[in-house]
Structures are given as C-alpha cells and as structure tokens.
C-alpha cells in the first residue's frame, strides 16, 4: 500500500477520479491502546463498525484481545486474521448454523440472546454427534435500554425487557458455565449519564433474578468526534461506568466488559472525493449514500470536510478564505443519494477540485457497496493526524463542556 503525508499530497500524485481511503495505522494503534489500558475492564472490538483486516490486526497488536462478531463472515475473517483472539458472538438472534460453526470450528464459547428460544438453538447447536450438551457456555443475556442519549438509536431492535429478565437470566443460568448481562446504549452515546441509567435496569434484572452474574457488558457507543457532536472526554465515561459497576449486586470478581465500535475505529480513514460539478451551493461529488458517505444521507450525519485545492504543477492553488455552507449530491442516479450536510468548504470550490472527509473509519469505509457501478477506489496509507481525535490527550480530561456531573 501507498505511504503519503496527507491527503494533498496523495491529490497531487495520484489526481484520483475515484474516491480513495486512507487509512491512518497510528491513530487506530493509539485508539487501542488508550482502551487497553483506561477502560477499567476489558474492551471488545466490535467489528460491524469497520471489518478491515488490516485494522484488525492493528488492534490486535495494541492490546485489543477480544472481538465483538454478529455474523459467521465476522467469525470466519477476524478468526484468520487473528487465530489467538477471543470471539463473542453478540448478535442476539443467529442461525443454528451460524451458531454450530462458530462454537466447532472457530472456538466461540461467548454468546448473546434475548429470548428462551436462542437459548434453546444455542444448547442444541452446541450439543456434539454424541448427544453431549456443551459444558462450557457462556452466555449474555441483552437487555432492552434506552438510547434517548445518543445519536443513533439501538434500543427498539434487541433486548429482553427488564420485567422480563428475571426469568430470563434464571434459565439461561441452568445452561450457563458463565452468565453475563449486556446492553447497548445506542451508539455515539453523548453523555455517560446514558450508562448510568442502563446499569440502573442492569441492577433490576440481577436483582429480580438472584443468580450469580459473572460479567457486566455495557456495550458500545462511545462516541468519537464530528462537528456539533464534540463529546466529554473518555476517561468520565470510564469513571461513570467503574462506580456504577461496582455498585452493582454482583460477585466480587464478576468482570466489566464494553465493545466500543466507533471509538476504535473512526479515526483510522478519511475519504478524498472529487467535485465533478457545482450547482449553486450543491456540490455533485463521487462518494454517497450508497457508499463510504451512507451515513451523511441516511441519517444526516456531519462530517469534518476540507478542501484540498485544485492541484497544478505549481502546487495547490490559491484558495478563497471564505467559508460557504454546502450539501452534496453523490454519483448514483437516485435522488436518495444526497447529504444535506451542510459542509463548511471554500467559497470558490469548484468541479474538479477534491475534498478530504474526515472521521470516515466508523459506518464510514464499512459501507462501500457497488451500486451503480460506483464503489471503487484506491486504498493508501497517510501519515498525518486525523481531523479530530480523542487520543491525543490535547483536551484537559477534567475540563469538560457539556458532561452531566453526578458526582
Ligand atoms: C454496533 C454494536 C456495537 C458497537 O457500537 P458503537 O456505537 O459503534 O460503539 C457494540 N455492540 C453491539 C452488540 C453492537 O450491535
């Protein structure tokens, strides 16, 4: 793979017609590092937010031991990539199959649910030609929480409701070498306060079920950093997180476990894409909804963006100082491929200039697809510092805007 400064310099070289990623190693490498080491428990990789072998591996070699997998085709990748990690299987409804070959074949002994049945297809899954039931099953059971914190919801798909959860957690007791509770607060989670109130119906579950708990799992949605969504920093979320698991009624050596998706990965790829034409305030680029951009039309996201200039032999050309709100039409036919944004970029952009869009390596580079014939693209390496980051320890981690003090 190609190595260059930044994104400008990959312009100059390659004046690519197709988008490019970039990947940035450093920043995932320091991404894992900081969870490997502040999050008071052990943090999983969960690996829908960018399944990159490449970045897998990264992970892997900055401490990150234990994968977060919700489809076979996970099990199978990060099993090659990585034939000494730990995988959960954390998708509460899977296929028998799916369930057979992952615990055979791959070594998964962690899974999740959220009803009597998936406990019942896990058991029989599980249960050799011999008729032996498995012995060593560790199994989560997902509660339903809110998701009125974050960006994104997660709360209205999985989890057993809390009244129900008792009984739940009972049964799954009876089949369990190891029980666990999880959740998941929605992703990009603003405030730590959503944590709080989901371990707050972790407690009511336990409480109304009084068998051992050996792990809590609070899931993912840490969040990462976009323009209006600048978050507190790591380290409350983890404080937050370490009282109210401590407090909770559990053994004393029961684990403490998250699977932060975004926040391990959303630094590791920005996105250069070409203006092919300007309408007005709209510009027409050759990424989208239908590619590494799904997020920015499906669910308005904003991403950093920042022009990168005409390129000619003498270099980057003068640029006009002046800022303009712009949204994006992406490269398909559908109407549905457009990103309201807005999108702070030079007033004087232009077709054939190129734009780098940041924060891209969470839901970003993962979503990809070829429809339309669009999708390609050059993968590079660069060297520089993402856009935005929580890792580089800039921000003062007792100083924070808009976090809700519980203390
Ligand atoms: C998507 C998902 C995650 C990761 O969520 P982020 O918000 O990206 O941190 C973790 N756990 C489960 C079960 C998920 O579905």
């Known amino acids: 793979m190609h190595a260059f400064l930044d994104a400008p310099a990959v312009a100059r070289t390659l004046a690519p017609d197709e988008p490019v990623i970039l990947n940035r190693p450093h920043a995932a490498a320091r991404a894992a590092r900081f969870f490997a080491t502040?999050?008071?428990?052990?943090?999983?990789?969960?690996?829908?937010?960018?399944?990159?072998?490449?970045?897998?591996?990264?992970?892997?070699?900055?401490?990150?031991?234990?994968?977060?997998?919700?489809?076979?085709?996970?099990?199978?990748?990060?099993?090659?990539?990585?034939?000494?990690?730990?995988?959960?299987?954390?998708?509460?409804?899977?296929?028998?199959?799916?369930?057979?070959?992952?615990?055979?074949?791959?070594?998964?002994?962690?899974?999740?649910?959220?009803?009597?049945?998936?406990?019942?297809?896990?058991?029989?899954?599980?249960?050799?030609?011999?008729?032996?039931?498995?012995?060593?099953?560790?199994?989560?059971?997902?509660l339903r929480v809110s998701s009125e914190y974050s960006e994104l919801s997660l709360a209205s798909k999985f989890g057993v409701d809390v009244a129900d959860a008792g009984e739940l957690?009972?049964?799954?007791?009876?089949?369990?070498?190891?029980?666990?509770?999880?959740?998941?607060?929605?992703?990009?989670?603003?405030?730590?306060?959503?944590?709080?109130?989901?371990?707050?119906?972790?407690?009511?579950?336990?409480?109304?079920?009084?068998?051992?708990?050996?792990?809590?799992?609070?899931?993912?949605?840490?969040?990462?950093?976009?323009?209006?969504?600048?978050?507190?920093?790591?380290?409350?979320?983890?404080?937050?997180?370490?009282?109210?698991?401590?407090?909770?009624?559990?053994?004393?050596?029961?684990?403490?476990?998250?699977?932060?998706?975004?926040?391990?990965?959303a630094e590791y790829n920005s996105l250069i894409v070409k203006v092919e034409k300007r309408r007005g305030d709209e510009l027409y680029i050759n990424d989208g909804a239908y590619g590494a951009l799904y997020d920015a039309a499906h669910v308005a996201w904003r991403f950093p963006v920042k022009a990168i200039g005409r390129v000619d032999k003498h270099g980057d050309a003068e640029r006009s100082s002046e800022l303009k709100e712009f949204s994006f039409y992406g490269p398909t036919c559908d109407d549905a491929d457009f990103m309201e944004g807005p999108f702070l970029l030079p007033a004087d952009i232009k077709a054939g200039d190129w734009i780098e869009v940041g924060m891209l390596g969470a839901y970003g580079a993962a979503m990809r697809t070829a429809f339309n014939g669009f999708g390609g693209g050059e993968v590079v390496l660069a060297q520089d510092e993402p856009m935005a980051s929580l890792y580089t320890g800039r921000k003062d981690p007792r100083v924070s805007d808009n976090v809700v003090s519980l203390r």
Request: glycine share 6%; net charge negative.
């Open 38 to 142: 502040k999050f008071p428990g052990k943090s999983l990789y969960a690996v829908k937010a960018n399944p990159s072998p490449d970045l897998v591996q990264i992970l892997w070699d900055n401490g990150i031991t234990h994968y977060d997998v919700a489809s076979i085709a996970e099990v199978r990748m990060v099993r090659g990539v990585l034939p000494d990690a730990t995988l959960c299987f954390m998708h509460p409804v899977k296929t028998a199959s799916a369930i057979r070959e992952a615990y055979f074949k791959h070594g998964v002994r962690t899974f999740s649910l959220d009803t009597i049945e998936e406990v019942e297809k896990i058991v029989e899954a599980t249960t050799d030609a011999e008729g032996n039931r498995a012995t060593d099953l560790r199994l989560c059971v997902r």
């Open 169 to 265: 957690l009972q049964a799954t007791r009876q089949v369990a070498d190891w029980l666990g509770v999880c959740f998941h607060v929605g992703s990009q989670a603003m405030t730590p306060f959503a944590y709080v109130q989901a371990l707050e119906r972790a407690r009511a579950a336990i409480a109304a079920a009084g068998v051992v708990i050996d792990m809590v799992d609070v899931g993912g949605g840490f969040p990462s950093s976009y323009p209006g969504m600048e978050p507190p920093p790591l380290e409350d979320y983890f404080a937050i997180i370490h009282r109210h698991f401590e407090a909770l009624p559990i053994a004393y050596n029961a684990e403490l476990w998250c699977e932060p998706g975004r926040a391990l990965s």
